[in-house]
């Protein structure tokens, strides 16, 4: 990737950015094959959280039988690449304005080449803050798919989906009356909400809406 984002920067960059030559930046990312997880949109640390504690809740597979799946932040990584305009401001995104960048790449690590996710985290629920973090998800994969490198090894996956997820009052459902022992085998996962933005369909992807990203195994 580090490579290939040079080639797409100077592609889609500010038209008053200098052409970018080299990539000494490395994103940051995590490995994990836990079987449940939350991510948060963090900037100064690892995004991952305990399960229910955060903003996505992953649910990765069953107990003992996960994904081992890597997660880069491409939201911290894409805006680490600035320049000195010449004229006071020595860290302007090379960023066009209005071109959005969702927060994570997720995908599975090993042959097998199940799972690709675009992940877009969003701390409000307004209909203005899902219109803008949709279009993200949108903008993303177009961004990605200037790459013929990148754009092959994302159509190699099996399952391409977007995702967004937003802070809301949606919980898991629970059946109620039921002895704790058995309550876990009956709760219930709030539905999905599907949708279409931009290119997303295009680029062989399928978006949802939702707090909880359920990955089966």
């Known amino acids: 990737m580090k490579s290939e984002?040079?080639?797409?920067?100077?592609?889609?960059?500010?038209?008053?950015?200098?052409?970018?030559?080299?990539?000494?930046?490395?994103?940051?990312?995590?490995?994990?094959?836990?079987?449940?997880?939350?991510?948060?949109?963090?900037?100064?640390g690892s995004p991952v959280r305990d399960f229910e504690t955060g903003t996505a809740h992953y649910i990765n597979g069953n107990e003992g039988d996960t994904y081992n799946l890597k997660i880069i932040c491409y939201d911290d990584f894409l805006h680490q690449f600035t320049y000195d305009d010449g004229i006071g401001h020595a860290h302007v995104s090379r960023l066009k304005n209005g071109v959005r960048v969702s927060d994570f790449l997720?995908?599975?690590?090993?042959e097998s080449k199940v799972l690709f996710i675009v992940h877009e985290l969003s701390d409000e629920n307004s209909s203005k803050k899902i219109k803008v973090a949709r279009k993200q998800l949108s903008d993303t994969l177009n961004q990605l798919y200037q790459s013929e490198v990148i754009g092959r090894f994302i159509d190699a996956f099996k399952n391409k989906k977007c995702y967004l997820s937003a802070k809301d009052s949606r919980k898991i459902v629970e059946t109620e009356g039921m002895a704790d022992g058995f309550n876990e085998i009956y709760r219930v996962l709030p539905e999905p909400i599907q949708f279409n933005w931009g290119q997303i369909e295009t680029h062989g992807f399928s978006a949802f809406e939702t707090s909880y990203v359920n990955l089966p195994k």
């Open 5 to 44: 984002i040079v080639a797409i920067l100077n592609k889609t960059q500010r038209g008053s950015a200098p052409k970018l030559t080299d990539n000494n930046i490395v994103p940051n990312f995590v490995v994990i094959s836990d079987h449940k997880f939350d991510l948060v949109d963090s900037k100064d």
């Open 106 to 110: 997720v995908y599975e690590e090993g």
